[in-house]
């Protein structure tokens, strides 16, 4: 069936570090791919997506590329800065709509 | 737009009692879901509604658990009776049409504390 696998956290960085966040997926057909946010206390919020292969997806200086190759969509920042401290989740549209497939959420704390 | 509502924010009871849990979603959209998030679990999606009817919910955890959508703009999630396995966070999301493109919106959530 369709599943995400995201990288275990929590994630402690510097403040202007550069962020990595690894997420692959199964899924038959073409799934569209999201990657959410959620701060302390809140609920999920739609960071970036993307709809189809090779598209790139990008917000708040977060991107994150869908490549179909690789089955993979790594979410990036170049500098990050402590308000992005959140949890942060990978999810996957299956093709025919409707569901949603989340991963297990990343932690992610920046330290100034 | 005001978003998903969902009331309570807070809920603490104690074992055995009844919770309902309410949730409006986004005027114009089709669809609802109830997720569940805990530490251990992750976040699990309990049922979800199209057009007012349930349309999976394989994912409610037992009997204990009934959800209902009597219009669209308003569903309920019930636990009776409840225990203290029941305690994390319950979000309602809502989206439009049945595309794989479209996002769903996530409300603030209610924290279920049972002692």
């Known amino acids: 069936g369709d599943s995400v696998t995201q990288m275990e956290g929590p994630v402690t960085l510097s403040e202007e570090a550069f962020l990595t966040i690894n997420c692959t997926y199964t899924?038959?057909?073409?799934?569209?791919l999201f990657w959410y946010v959620q701060y302390p206390g809140e609920g999920l919020q739609l960071l970036l997506k993307?709809?189809?292969?090779?598209d790139k997806g990008s917000n708040k200086g977060f991107e994150a590329t869908y490549r179909k190759e690789t089955t993979s969509f790594h979410l990036e920042k170049g500098s990050v800065q402590v308000s992005d401290s959140a949890v942060y989740f990978c999810?996957?549209?299956?093709?025919?709509?409707?569901?949603?497939?989340f991963g297990t959420g990343t932690s992610l704390t920046v330290i100034p | 737009d005001a978003g998903v509502i969902q009331s309570p924010r807070h809920e603490v009871t104690e074992m055995g009692q009844e919770v309902t849990l309410r949730c409006k979603p986004i005027s114009g959209h089709d669809y609802l879901f109830w997720y569940r998030q805990t530490m251990m679990r992750g976040l699990e999606l309990l049922i979800y509604f199209n057009n007012n009817v349930p349309i999976d919910d394989s994912g409610m955890p037992e009997d204990r658990f009934s959800a209902k959508m009597p219009n669209a703009s308003f569903s309920t999630l019930k636990i009776q009776p409840s225990e203290p396995r029941d305690s994390a966070v319950y979000f309602c999301?809502?989206?439009?049409?049945?595309?794989?493109?479209?996002?769903?919106?996530f409300g603030p959530g209610t924290r279920l504390t049972v002692l």
């Open positions: 999810a996957l549209s299956a093709q025919t709509g409707n569901q949603f497939y």
């Open positions: 993307a709809t189809k292969a090779d």
């Open positions: 899924a038959t057909g073409y799934p569209s």
């Open positions: 999301a809502s989206s439009w049409g049945g595309s794989s493109y479209n996002e769903q919106f």
